[in-house]
């Protein structure tokens, strides 16, 4: 930083320092070095002035980048010299609006602070639901415009109280100009609604734990959406959960009280216990421990749970008063979005809880929880490391930067596990999680998100941004959008993009590029791709041997299909039905099937590892038909993780033969492995025992096939990326087979491996593009 001269420097702060407590930091730390001068929010960030001796400006400045509030982030000051006025004193001035460009800060759970005083009972705000300060409470979900008041939050009608506004104007509170400050007198207040009968305040609370206690449901309104809750012990209460949501195999989320709660269902290293605890508060997959007090029904047949802490001091009141872990899952039925707004909370959750708690604090946007792994994967071999699973609450709208500048652009995404991304210059936005966007109401969201990232952070798209494919609702969007240029980015190179940008690099790299599906450049379905590429340009340089995908998109609820159209290709055109399968599938359907496949009728061909997944899945006996794609493979994975130490006890070849042949592409080719599979479970092998050997045959098999590649095109990184890479056993093994080849080994850490990273990867590649 260039030595000030002066004795009045005008200071510009960016970041992510409104929402955060970055004012009052200013005005306490100019208090100390005795400096005069003003601090506000603007549009853009923080702004302020200071005056007073040159050393103590001088240090001043020093302590501003380098001391700040535990929730911000310092991205840049700078300062300029500016006449000294002679004016005593230091005052927060209100702030100035314009064209918004300051950064957003997510939700972030309760402070110790607020905690001890929730729970203090000489405390004003003893047992206050919605205790917090300047260090934590909610931001995202309830700013509507920025620079970030009070007056453009769903706080706005809520008028402090005395004693309230005065902590709000006192420098040496940890509340002052904490902008969702409240308290019992002049906040928010809770109401359970239970049939005809409404209750309110501390009545409200108490009915909803002794509705808990009693073995009911009950949707609890949190910071981005509703939940519905039940005991996580009560086999009854949570098989009549799942039934009434009519979620029929995908696992519930626990909510636990504290990190002994947690550790009592599940096996935590050092990095999942610092995710479970973090501000953002995510829900953590992490292995279940053998006695958790947990009905079966909350993660059948997994070995896995989702474990998660209290997101608002609301949360934390009920699991203290219910003394009891808690199902804590999404608010909606199947399919659905989960509901924010009180009105169709009462309407879409009414015929599913026997209660619903909320309060009277608007919700400003939709924002599901978050979703994370922990992974022995990355730059440092047998570093832990998070895997992003779903970015959403307490991650987003995080800015993520770009390697190359882009112009305002929007990036729409795929159609599952839709996000969208705004971008201007060397920054991103990434949406929190959307969804499936094939349901009108998360379409809706999909819109709406779009319309309230391009205002907060003040992007008005000259480039729009979509996949390739044209039948995503997503590339339909952007092609509606008037007075922009478009731009397509095939699905594959997104996700390798996506990767490379937020390692901040260019390439070149290798990637491995495995999900269930995408529209390759040559207009079939990929999904088991190597490709090379950097950010601009990418070129497919091999795949996964191709199959038929019998009857489209029934192969993806049916994965039975998947294993005739497989044993199609290995045995030259004679599938028999597997004895493995035989109870399972009819003859009849099987015929049917193989003659579909085998004439290529309404079975296009694809390259898809996620297919092949389900494929080994349904030889193994482990799945015929799913609700939800990627639920075989899943399950598939878990089988393999149970039979981890009996592979190794037994001391035989652990993986599956894969061959790699050369050629124009270079094949990998699993119908050798698909042979042994069956071979193996006519020996009478067990389903996990099968499960294990075809994972390490996979991950051989990619290993190879990149450091081949990797050698061959002369670059020294390799990229892993797609939905399949959420199989931490694939993962895992990928990396510890690439630890010796020398080759740099890029993973994805801020957004997830699935289609999650889409828009960003899009962004990437659509900045690379225009910067060439």
Not at 69 to 81: F, G, I, N, T
Not at 457 to 485: I, K, M, N, W
Not at 716 to 723: I, M, P, T, W, Y
Request: proline residues 6%.
């Amino acid at each position: 930083m260039t030595t000030i001269t002066g004795t009045r420097v005008r200071v510009r702060v960016d970041g992510v320092v409104q929402g955060v407590g970055f004012r009052p930091f200013v005005h306490r730390l100019a208090h100390e070095h005795a400096l005069a001068g003003w601090v506000r929010n603007d549009e853009r960030g923080v702004l302020l002035e200071v005056e007073g001796e040159q050393a103590a400006v001088e240090r001043f400045l020093e302590r501003l980048g380098g001391e700040p509030p535990p929730l911000a982030s310092v991205e840049h000051v700078s300062a300029e010299r500016v006449s000294p006025t002679g004016l005593e004193g230091f005052r927060i001035l209100a702030s100035t609006t314009g064209a918004p460009a300051a950064l957003v800060s997510p939700d972030v759970a309760p402070c110790a602070d607020c905690l001890a005083e929730l729970f203090d009972a000489s405390d004003r705000r003893h047992r206050y639901p919605f205790i917090n300060c300047t260090n934590c409470g909610p931001r995202f979900t309830i700013i509507r415009d920025v620079p970030y008041d009070r007056a453009r939050t769903t706080m706005a009608d809520f008028e402090m109280c005395v004693a309230c506004r005065t902590e709000y104007e006192d420098p040496t509170s940890r509340r002052f100009h904490a902008q969702p400050n409240a308290c019992p007198a002049c906040g928010p207040a809770l109401t359970l609604i239970s049939g005809k009968r409404a209750l309110t305040g501390d009545d409200a609370l108490a009915g909803a734990v002794a509705a808990l206690a009693a073995g009911r449901i009950v949707a609890v309104k949190g910071l981005g959406g509703y939940h519905l809750a039940c005991r996580a012990d009560d086999e009854q209460a949570v098989a009549e959960l799942r039934a009434r949501k009519r979620r029929e195999e995908k696992p519930f989320a626990l909510m636990a009280a504290d990190l002994g709660a947690a550790e009592a269902l599940v096996h935590l290293c050092p990095a999942e216990r610092r995710l479970l605890s973090g501000p953002e508060r995510p829900i953590v997959i992490a292995r279940r421990r053998a006695r958790a007090r947990v009905a079966e029904t909350v993660a059948p047949g997994s070995p896995d749970l989702g474990v998660m802490l209290a997101s608002t001091p609301l949360h934390h009141l009920l699991l203290a008063d219910t003394g009891t872990t808690l199902v804590m899952t999404s608010g909606n039925a199947s399919d659905e979005p989960i509901a924010y707004r009180d009105e169709d909370a009462l309407a879409r959750l009414g015929a599913i809880a026997d209660a619903v708690l909320l309060h009277d604090r608007p919700i400003e946007v939709r924002v599901d929880d978050s979703i994370v792994r922990s992974i022995d994967a990355g730059d440092v071999p047998g570093a832990v490391r998070p895997l992003m699973l779903r970015r959403s609450r307490g991650y987003a709208p995080r800015s993520l930067p770009l390697p190359l500048p882009a112009p305002a652009l929007l990036a729409c995404g795929a159609e599952l596990k839709s996000t969208f991304c705004v971008a201007s210059g060397s920054r991103a936005w990434v949406s929190h999680h959307i969804g499936d966007l094939r349901n009108w109401e998360t379409l809706r969201s999909f819109r709406e998100g779009i319309e309230r990232f391009e205002a907060l952070f003040a992007v008005e798209p000259e480039l729009v941004v979509h996949d390739l494919h044209p039948d995503y609702l997503s590339t339909g969007y952007a092609l509606q959008r008037e007075d922009v240029a478009l731009v397509g980015v095939q699905h594959h190179h997104a996700h390798l993009a996506a990767v490379l940008a937020e390692h901040g690099e260019c390439g070149p790299a290798i990637g491995a590029i495995y999900d269930g599906s995408g529209l390759g450049s040559d207009g079939t379905v990929w999904g088991g791709e190597l490709l090379l590429g950097d950010l601009a340009h990418a070129e497919r340089v091999g795949r996964l041997h191709p199959v038929r995908l019998p009857g489209g998109d029934a192969a993806v609820r049916e994965p039975w299909r998947m294993a005739c159209a497989w044993l199609l290709a290995a045995f030259d055109g004679d599938a028999q039905l597997p004895a493995s399968m035989v109870d399972r599938v009819e003859q009849e359907r099987w015929e049917q099937v193989s003659d579909i496949a085998r004439r290529g009728t309404g079975s296009p061909v694809t390259t898809s590892v996620g297919r092949l997944f389900d494929a080994a899945a349904a030889l193994c006996g482990i799945r015929m038909t799913v609700r939800d794609e990627g639920r075989a493979a899943v399950e598939l994975e878990a089988a393999a993780v149970a039979a981890g130490d009996a592979v190794a006890r037994a001391g035989e070849p652990d993986a599956y033969p894969l061959a790699l042949v050369e050629g124009e592409l270079l094949q990998l080719d699993a119908r050798e492995t698909v042979r042994a599979i069956v071979e193996d479970l006519a020996d009478g092998a067990p389903p996990g025992m099968v499960s294990a050997r075809f994972h390490n045959g996979l991950a051989d098999a990619t290993a190879r096939a990149l450091a081949l590649l990797a050698r061959r095109e002369r670059v020294a990184s390799v990229v892993l990326s797609g939905g399949v890479f959420q199989n931490r056993v694939l993962l895992e093994r990928c990396v510890t087979r690439l630890a010796g080849t020398g080759l740099r080994v890029l993973v994805p850490r801020m957004l997830p491996p699935n289609d999650g990273a889409i828009s960003y990867g899009q962004a990437a590649v659509a900045a690379a593009q225009l910067a060439a």
